[in-house]
Structure formats: C-alpha cells, structure tokens
C-alpha cells in the first residue's frame, strides 16, 4: 500500500511541475506567431528558435523558416535576391517537412491571431 501511495505521490508531483514547462513552450509559440504576424521577423526568429530547439513542432520550424528568410533578406546589402538557398532556412523547411510532409502556409492558417 506504502508502494502505491509513493508512486501516485510522485506521478503527481512530475505531473504538477510538467503544466507550468508545457504552458510557457506553448507561449514561446504563441508569441513567435505574434511577432511573426506583425512582420517582426527578428522576434520571430527568438521565439520560435527558442520554442523549436525544445519541441520539433512542423508549424514553428516552417514559421522559422519563413521569419529567418525575412530577416536574412531585409539584413542584406543585395535587397530582394533569393535566400531560399541558404543553409539555416533551408534546414528549418526540411525539419518542417520531415516531421509533417503536409505543413504549408494554408494549414497554419496565418490570416488570423489566435
């Protein structure tokens, strides 16, 4: 009896410390779509790197993606030359899509702020 009650004891415990680590990965999520939304793409870029290097989530490595294409091509001297071939946004698509191949744009549903 001692046995169930020290192992309920302690599922409770890793269960209470686990909601306050979950709730403040999903913030970082929630605030790097924000930023991203509002075409702060180097916030973005904080957030969701942050988010991501804890959770490999589809939708936040192809946000990731995107932001870091944003700032890389707004931070360069050329303008608008094509940046899709750059290794760090290439890498966070090819995450994107490994871990869902059906991740895009219209599945993330960037049109509104949740």
Same mark, same amino acid.
């Given at each position: 009896m001692q046995r169930i009650a020290a192992?309920?004891?302690?599922?409770?415990?890793?269960?209470?410390?686990?909601v306050p680590v979950l709730y403040a990965q999903e913030e970082l999520f929630q605030k790097?779509?924000?930023? #991203?939304?509002?075409?702060? #793409?180097? &916030?973005?870029?904080?957030?969701?790197?942050?988010? &991501?290097s804890r959770k490999p989530d589809p939708e936040a490595l192809y946000l990731l993606g995107y932001a870091n294409y944003e700032v890389k091509r707004k931070g360069s001297s050329r303008g608008?030359?094509?940046f899709w071939g750059d +290794?760090? &946004? &290439?890498? #966070?698509?090819?995450?994107?899509?490994?871990?869902?191949?059906?991740?895009?744009?219209? +599945?993330i549903d960037l049109k509104q702020e949740k």
């Open positions: 192992l309920f004891f302690a599922v409770l415990v890793v269960v209470l410390f686990s790097g779509r924000s930023a #991203y939304l509002k075409k702060d #793409y180097s &916030t973005a870029v904080k957030y969701l790197s942050e988010y &991501t608008k030359k094509n +290794s760090e &946004t &290439t890498e #966070y698509f090819r995450g994107a899509y490994l871990i869902d191949p059906k991740v895009s744009a219209k +599945s």
